[in-house]
């Protein structure tokens, strides 16, 4: 039983998270902030991007999707949030700051996803997936990873998020194929 965050894309049901927090489920259940509970099929996942895409029948009434937000705008030093459910909190959000731009961190293939963005946005498991978030409600990225002392599952104030440039380029693939070439 996994649990992580994700967040709404259209107005068609589908949600994206990480393909770690997916991969080999025979089950996923999606929880709506409104308290909703619905079950979900699971469309796509590429592990070398670590995203994946579940979908729901029909959304909650109440429930919309983000924008995406671009890649251009981002900067070292601004302020962003991240929205999900560390250790099963549902709808925390932690604040911080972009700390670095373009990292790699690794996927769960030999690759790396390129040009990630460092937060020190609290980021523990269970945010993974969830948005990350700028100040006007766009997503810039999708929380996937921290970096610890290697002692510890929480957060050392190092967090990693898939920058929006691959949810942008991945996300349309797996909605339409279920996969990424």
Known sequence: LGQGSG??????????????VVDGAEQV??????GT???????????NSDLAVVKVEQLPESIGPLPLGA???????????AIGNPFGLEG?????????????IPALT??????????????????????????EGE????????ETNGTSRSNSGVGFAIPVSIVKLVI????EHGEYE
């Open 7 to 20: 967040f709404v894309n259209d107005q068609e049901g589908h949600i994206v998270t990480n393909a770690h």
């Open 29 to 34: 259940e999606v929880t709506f902030s409104d």
């Open 37 to 47: 509970i619905l079950s979900a099929d699971i469309v796509g996942e590429d592990l």
């Open 71 to 81: 890649m251009r705008d981002l900067a070292v030093g601004q302020t962003v949030v």
């Open 92 to 104: 925390t959000l932690t604040r911080g700051i972009i700390s670095a731009l373009g990292r790699n």
């Open 110 to 135: 030999p690759f790396s996803i390129p040009q990630s963005i460092q937060t020190d946005a609290a980021i523990n498991p269970g945010n993974s997936g969830g948005p990350l978030l700028n100040l």
């Open 139 to 146: 997503v810039i990225g999708v929380n996937a990873q921290i």
């Open 172 to 175: 349309p693939d797996l909605k």
